[in-house]
């Protein structure tokens, strides 16, 4: 897998890809059928894992929960099987005491599947924090542009760390959804720099909402892993007032820009052209963090 | 004459039928509710939405003040969170500032109050719907919704609009499947809901034995099953967690 990019994997390919050599050990796995009722009923094509690989592996020789969303199933939507697979992996975390990756690819919730997919997110969000409460650390990972949207968008918001690539997007309404809202005078969907400036990694690792801004490869990924598996994100007192003004700060700052740009400007991006074609931490490197 | 039927409650007429002549205590701004009022005699902290207004990053944070400022100087107070918003507008500046940031920064401040003694109440009172609903009345530790409100993910004309299915498929569907249903009373089939509150209810003693009988634990997957809506969640769940364990 040496060199692989990570976007261009699947699901599967990405755990190998992270996981050392063999340790991999995947729970409710496809021989099992577990399948959606929901789209059985519909006439869609269900999946034996139903969008969702969950399991246990190593990365460096150390124990993790693993997840990973398969965004060419339904969007990596979550159903109400999607969601419970999740929210027993955390549940898992938090009793085993073992940190837990989600590598996250997916649109929110599974439309087809109504408000059963809405709860289990919430479900999952409890069990995101029970982890937090304990110093399980948790991870996700945002590495394609099927991104982390919807509910799946807020949830990534909940875990300790957020890693991401360039590809990856982070947000609750897509370009298309908000092109309908405000007219294509206000977003064009079809202006790929400008989604990718308004949703992207480096806007995000700019702000502060990624925690790291890695190359898009399966070494660079596990390394950014490795590196956060012994720490975590306490939530005290001191944090939410910390971080109540670092979201008030950045609201009275950018709240009426609509340029993009004059956002990375103001967080230290000068060559604008040069920072676009930087990956990664050669990124980082042009422009100071936001804080 | 009006119909009655087709007049939605004002705001502060939810707040009186809610905390009576403590709602004075509570204020609302551009549809955003916060203030403290009391129940069944005791104090509580409030705050929420109205009106169905849309939650943007401002609105986010201004609850999260709130919340802030409960843990700080009222320690331990029950939180009652009222929830009446049509989602987030969908607008790419709120995204490109991080309109999921700031939710989970809402949630995250909830959960400290939880872990701090806060008891969590939410009233669905309106439109309980999507990213709103997500971004703190489903991260309470019981959830309670009058029964004019509209809770769910979608209606199924929105459903069928995004998914291209039939509504009429749906519809049938929805008879078996009350995922696909919306309104208050399936979601609480699904277990998303602990009790519907008629129009008749006494919803002051309703929301005081609320707050005295909740526990942190989520008990939503058990009760989706158990009313029958959710049949699958808890099973699953409970394998991995089995599995997981050998």
Known sequence: MSGALFHEQTARQRIAALADAGSFVELLPPPERITSPYLAQLGIPVSFDDGLVIGHAKIGGKKIYLAAQVGQFVGGAVGEIHGAKLTGLFKAAARDKLPCVLIIESGGVRLHEGSAGEIAIAETMRAIFECRALKVPTIAVIATDIGAYGGIGILSTCCDFRIMTEHGRLGISGPIVIEKWMGKKAYDSANRALVWKTSGGKTKYLLGDADALVHDTSEAVRDGIAKLLAKSSAVSLASVKARQKDLEKRLKRFGATEDPDAVWKSMGVRNIEAASLASGPEFAALAKRGK | ?246
């Open chain 2, 1 to 246: 004459m009006k119909k009655p039927t087709s007049k939605k409650p004002s705001a502060r007429a939810v707040l009186a039928r809610l905390f009576g002549p403590s709602a004075k205590g509570i204020a609302i701004e551009k549809s955003v509710v916060t203030g403290y009022a009391t129940v069944g005699g005791a104090k509580v902290c409030v705050i929420g939405t109205c009106d169905g207004t849309y939650i943007d990053n401002e609105a986010a944070l201004r609850l999260a003040a709130h919340v802030i400022q409960c843990i700080d100087r009222q320690p331990k107070t029950p939180i009652v969170m009222l929830v009446d918003s049509a989602g987030q507008e969908p607008n790419r500046v709120a995204e490109m500032l991080g309109l999921a940031s700031y939710f989970g920064h809402l949630l995250s401040c909830l959960e400290l109050a939880r872990r701090k003694g806060h008891t969590l109440i939410t009233v669905a009172t309106g439109q309980a719907v999507g990213g709103a609903f997500l971004c703190y009345g489903m991260f309470a530790d019981r959830i309670y919704a009058l029964a004019s409100a509209s809770v769910g993910l979608m209606p199924i004309s929105a459903m069928s609009a995004v998914t291209k299915i039939p509504a009429s498929v749906l519809q049938k569907l929805s008879k078996t499947m009350p995922s696909l249903e919306f309104g208050a009373e399936p979601f609480a089939l699904l277990g998303g809901v602990e009790e519907v509150w008629s129009a008749t209810d006494d919803v002051q003693a309703k929301l005081a034995q609320a707050i005295a009988t909740s526990t942190p634990e989520d008990n939503r997957a058990e009760l989706g099953k158990k009313r029958g809506g959710r049949k699958l969640a808890l099973d699953i769940r409970k394998k991995v967690l089995a599995e997981s364990a050998r």
